[in-house]
C-alpha cells in the first residue's frame, strides 16, 4: 500500500505524526505492508513546500521545529493554499490538523469536505468538522471511496473507534461515559487538594494547560463536541455540540468538591452519550458525583477515560493521555494503518 501524503497544518499535532513516520518506516512497511512519502506541506504559519517527487520530511520537521519556515527547503511549488494543495498536489492521503472550530467547522470542515470529493483518504484530530458535518462527510466517503478516519478527535491517541475494528469487534454499545478533558479534570483534581477554582484555573494556564481565554473546557465546549462525535458515530445521531446538554466546572465550588471525598466519592466533569428509553441517542457533559468504586473516579490530573457499556464484555474502560505530540501524533499513524487495513480487505 503506498500513501502519498500531505499535510494540511504542520503544528504539533502534525510534526507528531511526521516523527513516527520516520521513526516507524521499516515497522509500516514489514508488519503493514505499508509504504510512504510525503508530496506536500501546507502551514498558515510556516509556509507551503509540494514535490511529487517527495519531500525531505526529516528536514521539514526540524526546519519547523526551529521555529523557520518549510518554504526554505527544496521543493516543485511553494506558496499554495491549503484547498490549492489538496487539489494539485496528487496525494491520494490528507493529513488535515489545523486549528478547531465548533462554530462552523472551518477551515478544517472544507479542506476534508474537499479531499474526500476527489476520493482521497482523510486522518484528522480536528473534532470541529466531525462533531458539526460527520453525516455529510461519511456520505461523501461512502460515495466517492476515500477512507475517514478521526481517531484523535476524542482522546488524542488512546483508542476510542479502532478499539471495534479488533478488540471490540462486533460488541454493541449501549452507553460511552468518560472523562475527556484533561483541563477540566486537572482542575478538580487539584481542587479537591482545598485550592480554589480560581487560584487552580490561574495556574493551569501559567502550566500552559489552560487556554488564556478557558471558556472551551472549563465551560465544558471541549467535552460538548466530543460527546457528539461519540453519540454521532456510535448511535447514529446527527447532535451538533450546542444540541449537547452541557454544563462546565466554573461554578463547582470548593465545598462542593471536599464534600464530594467527605462522601466516598468524587466530582468529575463526565461527557456522556446513550440511547434513551425509545432507542433516541443522547448526549450531555456536567459535573458529576462518583462513588470511589467506580473506574473513572481514580482518574486524576490531565489523564483522560472512557467506559463503554458493551452487550458482550460488560463495562469496559479503557484509560490513556488526551493530549500531547507523541499521543496525538500517534492517532494519525493508526488511523493511516486502519485504512490501509480496510482498503485490503
Known amino acids: 500500500m503506498r500513501f502519498d501524503i500531505a499535510f494540511i497544518g504542520f503544528g504539533t499535532v502534525g510534526r507528531g505524526f511526521a516523527d513516527l513516520l520516520l521513526e516507524k518506516r521499516e515497522l509500516l512497511k514489514k508488519a503493514y505492508g ?43 511549488k511553494k506558496g499554495l493554499g491549503a484547498l490549492e494543495t489538496i487539489r494539485e498536489s496528487g496525494a491520494n492521503f490528507v493529513v488535515e490538523v489545523t ?3 465548533i ?3 472551518e477551515p478544517g470542515y472544507s479542506h476534508i469536505k474537499a479531499a474526500l470529493e ?17 453525516r455529510e462527510l461519511m456520505r461523501i466517503s461512502s460515495e466517492r471511496g476515500g477512507r ?7 482522546l488524542s491517541g488512546t483508542p476510542v473507534f479502532n478499539l471495534f475494528d479488533g478488540p471490540l469487534a462486533a460488541s454493541g454499545v ?12 486537572l482542575i478538580l483534581s487539584e481542587m479537591e487538594k482545598g485550592r480554589t477554582y480560581s487560584e487552580v484555573l490561574k495556574e493551569a494556564q501559567r502550566m500552559g494547560y489552560a487556554e488564556a481565554d478557558p471558556t472551551m473546557d472549563v465551560e465544558g465546549w471541549d467535552a460538548a463536541a466530543k460527546a457528539a462525535i461519540l453519540a454521532n458515530h456510535f448511535f447514529g445521531a446527527d447532535i451538533k455540540p450546542d444540541a449537547v446538554a452541557r454544563r462546565g466546572i466554573s461554578g463547582v465550588t470548593l ?8 462522601k466516598g466519592g468524587r466530582i468529575k466533569l463526565i461527557a456522556k452519550a446513550w440511547r434513551g428509553d425509545r432507542g433516541e441517542a443522547r448526549a450531555e457533559v456536567a459535573p458529576t458525583w462518583l462513588p470511589a468504586s467506580d473506574p473513572l473516579a481514580s482518574i486524576g490530573g490531565v489523564t483522560n477515560a472512557l467506559t463503554f457499556s458493551t452487550d458482550t464484555l460488560g463495562d469496559i474502560t479503557i484509560v490513556g493521555p488526551g493530549a500531547g505530540r507523541r499521543a496525538t501524533g500517534y492517532a494519525l499513524l493508526s488511523d493511516m494503518i486502519s485504512i490501509a487495513r480496510s482498503l485490503a480487505h
Not at 476527489?118 to 460527520?134: D, E, Q, R
Open 103 to 105: 462554530k462552523d467547522g
Open 118 to 134: 476527489m476520493g482521497k483518504h482523510v486522518a484528522t484530530t480536528n473534532k470541529g468538522p466531525i462533531s458539526l458535518h460527520y
Open 255 to 262: 465545598e462542593e468538591v471536599t464534600g464530594a471525598i467527605r
Open 174 to 185: 449501549s452507553s460511552i461515559r468518560g472523562i475527556v478533558n484533561g483541563t477540566t479534570n
Open 148 to 154: 475517514l478516519r478521526f481517531e484523535g478527535t476524542v
Open 34 to 76: 505499508i509504504e510512504w512519502k510525503v508530496v506536500a506541506i501546507s502551514d498558515i504559519k510556516g509556509g507551503s513546500v509540494m514535490d511529487p517527487k517527495g519531500i525531505d520530511l526529516a528536514e521539514a520537521v526540524r526546519l519547523a521545529d526551529s521555529g523557520n519556515g518549510i518554504e526554505g527547503m527544496g521543493g516543485e
Open 99 to 101: 486549528w478547531t472550530n
